[in-house]
């Protein structure tokens, strides 16, 4: 791809290592802290720890590295960004990373230490809630841009179906854009009129539910950009085509349509919802479940058709006929296994009476880190590999591709420790979000840590192990993005591995957007239409709709 389309990348990388860089050394503080091994200075508090931890890692990371990905893709699959594609990408850039910039400040300076969710009444500086804005206000420039590029390729291919990477990336950016709907309207309309003072309240129970109508789609966003891969690269990776060009597509388009109305399960145990709606969005989180099990069917029918084509022989020979010393299959292979038990988890909390016994719970934060932390964060891994050194045109060396299965191997050994003590503590009970390392001492909370897993030697174990490989995959990206050597030798060019994907049966309604997004926009008003205006008639007389605390 043009050296232009490279550098836009290649900036995007750059943000997204800074924000990992700063977000995992937060959660090593974080360790020790629960384990009342460190002390922090009058400055820093706990929660301001974990504000920086959640925020520069979930969305600062994942978005800039996400944004960083589609750039190549785009550019790879569509062709190069014309001027003014590459002028709105840049434009898109400056505005969320000022927002970045205003947020990261606000948050260390302690004046936003809300956590990601920055649930009301808790208040952060109103400069923090400009900075998320303005975040998503460049993501949104940024995404259009994009969408821009592919409309072109599709006026001047009349009648084609476009490249698979591309339409699972407008379809990311889709369902990114209904989603933030939610958080831009009560950050514009609830946070930020009353963290300025223009007014005295505000409704709590509204701007959770608006929250939370983009806080679950949220982590499809993260999780589509990692199936992007999982479908395209790692076929190429095995060297067959995609398995089934409609069932990939098929796959993105029920996202689409069931991320967006199932918030409420994030939300089953507040008073403020009836059940009926708790339960209509419980039911169509179930149906979000689907395109997942369409994705593990797909993956394991990639693997079984590249083992056999390599000679693998009886029910499971094909396995061992896989690219193991590959470290950019191996990263994503792990990075999948890790979603079995991530996913499972997940439909524990959607079921609504189990949600009862996990939510609040450190079961949470383990679930967070089987899906976003590990699945979906060593993809990312996996991609920069081969991404960074594509862009950059270093080499990879055989001594990279070691210390890249070093600090994969230590990252799925880290979060194994740690997501697992996470998970049983939650299931004993230990509540999440709180500094409390040992609960105030109360004798049942530390009988909790007496177990081998749920042990605090285990945990900071777990954690350092994590900070480590992380530092490790930061010396990594340092050294593609300016130290390795240059490519010089045909062989020694990194490519983009991209798969080929069979278009001849592949139905042309799965790619009519307006179908699709009018379905979505349907479901979501069945879902959140007569909640979200009960709540707002239902607020206490002479609030206008706003309560106060
Ligand atoms: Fe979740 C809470 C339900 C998926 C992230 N989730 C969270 C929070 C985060 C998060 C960050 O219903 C905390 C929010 C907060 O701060 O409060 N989640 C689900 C469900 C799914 C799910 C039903 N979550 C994710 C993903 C995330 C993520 C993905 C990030 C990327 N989650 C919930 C609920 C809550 C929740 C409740 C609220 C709980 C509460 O009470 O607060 C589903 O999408 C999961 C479907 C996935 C599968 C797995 C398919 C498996 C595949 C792998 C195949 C493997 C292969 C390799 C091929 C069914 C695709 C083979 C290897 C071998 C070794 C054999």
């Given at each position: 791809i043009p050296v232009a389309d490279r550098k836009l990348a290649l900036w995007n990388i750059g943000v997204a290592y800074t924000a990992f860089l700063i977000g995992t050394l937060a959660g090593l503080l974080q360790v020790f802290i629960r384990n009342d091994k460190l002390e922090l200075p009058a400055w820093l508090d706990y929660y301001q720890i974990l504000t920086a931890h959640g925020v520069l890692l979930a969305l600062i990371f994942t978005t800039f590295f996400i944004f960083a990905f589609f750039v190549t893709g785009f550019s790879k699959s569509l062709g190069a960004f014309g001027p003014k594609v590459l002028l709105w990408n840049w434009i898109g850039f400056a505005v969320m990373f000022g927002g970045t910039v205003l947020a990261t400040v606000m948050i260390v300076s302690g004046k936003a230490s809300v956590l990601y969710t920055f649930y009301a009444p808790l208040m952060a500086s109103p400069w923090y809630y400009v900075g998320l804005a303005l975040f998503v206000v460049g993501s949104w420039i940024m995404g259009f841009a994009l969408v821009g590029h592919y409309w072109r390729w599709r006026k001047e291919h009349p009648g084609e179906l476009s490249p698979l990477f591309a339409f699972m990336g407008v379809s990311t950016i889709v369902l990114w854009v209904i989603a933030c709907l939610g958080v831009v309207a009560t950050v514009l309309f609830q946070y930020i009129p009353w963290a300025f003072g223009w007014v005295d309240t505000i409704n709590v129970e509204l701007s959770r539910s608006l929250f939370w109508y983009f806080g679950h789609p949220l982590v499809y966003f993260w999780l589509l950009p990692a199936y992007m891969a999982w479908y395209v690269v790692v076929p190429k990776l095995l060297g067959v085509k995609v398995f089934s060009d409609s069932l990939a597509r098929l796959a993105f388009v029920l996202f689409i349509l069931f991320s967006i109305p199932v918030g409420f399960h994030h939300q089953l145990t507040e008073p403020g919802i009836s059940n009926f709606w708790k339960f209509l969005q419980v039911v169509l989180t179930f149906m979000v479940i689907i395109p997942s099990l369409l994705t593990a069917f797909s993956m394991f029918a990639t693997f079984e058709r590249s083992g056999r084509k390599n000679g693998g022989k009886g029910l499971f020979g094909w396995f061992t006929k896989l690219p193991w010393r590959d470290?950019?299959?191996?990263?994503?292979?792990?990075?999948?296994?890790?979603?079995?038990?991530?996913?499972?988890?997940?439909?524990?909390?959607?079921?609504?009476?189990?949600?009862?016994?996990?939510?609040?719970?450190?079961?949470?934060?383990?679930?967070?880190?089987?899906?976003?932390?590990?699945?979906?964060?060593?993809?990312?891994?996996?991609?920069?590999?081969?991404?960074?050194?594509?862009?950059?045109?270093?080499?990879?060396?055989?001594?990279?591709?070691?210390?890249?299965?070093?600090?994969?191997?230590?990252?799925?050994?880290?979060?194994?420790?740690?997501?697992?003590?996470?998970?049983?503590?939650?299931?004993?009970?230990?509540?999440?979000?709180?500094?409390?390392?040992?609960?105030?001492?109360?004798?049942?909370?530390?009988?909790?840590?007496?177990?081998?897993?749920?042990?605090?030697?285990?945990?900071?174990?777990?954690?350092?192990?994590?900070?480590?490989?992380?530092?490790?995959?930061?010396?990594?990206?340092?050294?593609?993005?300016?130290?390795?050597?240059?490519?010089?030798?045909?062989?020694?060019?990194?490519?983009?591995?991209?798969?080929?994907?069979?278009?001849?049966?592949?139905?042309?309604?799965?790619?009519?957007?307006?179908?699709?997004?009018?379905?979505?926009?349907?479901?979501?008003?069945?879902?959140?239409?007569?909640?979200?205006?009960?709540?707002?008639?239902?607020?206490p007389p002479g609030s206008k709709g706003f309560i106060t605390w």
């Open positions: 470290v950019r299959f191996t990263s994503i292979f792990v990075a999948m296994a890790f979603f079995i038990p991530g996913g499972a988890g997940g439909i524990i909390n959607a079921s609504f009476q189990l949600n009862e016994i996990v939510h609040n719970t450190l079961w949470i934060v383990g679930h967070f880190h089987i899906t976003v932390g590990t699945p979906v964060a060593m993809t990312f891994m996996g991609v920069t590999f081969w991404m960074v050194p594509y862009l950059t045109g270093r080499k990879f060396s055989k001594t990279m591709a070691r210390l890249g299965f070093i600090q994969i191997g230590t990252w799925a050994v880290g979060m194994l420790l740690m997501s697992t003590s996470q998970h049983i503590l939650g299931l004993l009970g230990a509540p999440r979000r709180t500094a409390y390392a040992g609960y105030n001492n109360h004798p049942s909370a530390l009988e909790w840590f007496d177990g081998l897993l749920t042990n605090h030697v285990t945990m900071a174990v777990g954690g350092s192990i994590l900070f480590l490989s992380a530092m490790l995959l930061i010396y990594i990206v340092i050294m593609s993005m300016f130290l390795s050597p240059k490519a010089v030798e045909a062989h020694e060019f990194v490519e983009f591995p991209m798969a080929d994907s069979d278009k001849e049966a592949t139905p042309a309604f799965l790619e009519n957007w307006v179908l699709w997004i009018g379905v979505a926009f349907m479901l979501i008003i069945i879902a959140y239409a007569i909640p979200l205006a009960q709540m707002i008639q239902h607020a």
